[in-house]
C-alpha cells in the first residue's frame, strides 16, 4: 500500500527481476485487513468477483472456506481484504503474474497472511511497524 511506503519505479523492478524465478521461502507473508487506510470496509461483489480470472476465484473460494471453519475469522466472509504490503511485493509480482503467468496456476498460489483485526484509529502505528 502506497501509504506504507511510497513506490519507488527502481525498487519494483528490482523485485521483478528476482521475482522471475519464482517465490522465494520467507517472501509470501502479507498483512491484510478487512479495512483499508481510510478505514472503509468494501464487500466482494458478485461484479467485483466475475472480474477475476479464474485462478483468483478459486483461490478466493479457497480462502473463504478457510475463513468459514474458524470462528475467529468467519465474520470477515466476503470482505474485500485490503493490502499492508509494506515492500512492495504486491505490486510487483500481481502485474507481473498477470502479464507473464496468467494462466499458469502454480504462480497462483496461497499467500500466508497475518490479519489485523481492526485497523481503525490505529494506521500510525500499523505504518511504523512495516517500515
Not at 464487500?43 to 479457497?62: F, G, Y
Request: charged share 25%.
Amino acid at each position: 500500500m502506497f501509504i506504507v511506503r511510497p513506490t519507488l519505479l527502481v525498487d519494483v523492478k528490482k523485485m521483478e527481476h528476482s521475482f522471475q524465478m519464482g517465490y522465494k521461502k520467507g517472501n509470501k507473508v502479507f498483512y491484510v485487513s478487512t479495512t483499508n487506510n481510510k478505514g472503509v470496509q468494501e464487500m466482494v461483489t458478485p461484479e467485483l468477483l466475475s472480474s477475476w480470472d479464474i485462478h483468483r476465484q478459486a483461490n478466493n473460494a479457497k480462502f473463504e472456506e478457510y475463513l468459514r471453519v474458524d470462528p475467529n475469522l468467519k465474520k470477515t466472509i466476503q470482505y474485500d481484504f485490503s493490502m499492508w504490503d509494506g515492500n512492495h511485493r504486491f505490486q510487483t509480482w500481481l502485474p507481473f503474474i498477470d502479464q507473464v503467468h496468467k494462466h499458469e496456476e502454480n504462480w497462483h498460489v496461497d499467500v500466508d497472511s497475518i490479519i489485523f483485526n481492526n485497523n481503525r484509529g490505529v494506521v500510525k502505528l500499523l505504518i511504523a511497524m512495516m517500515n
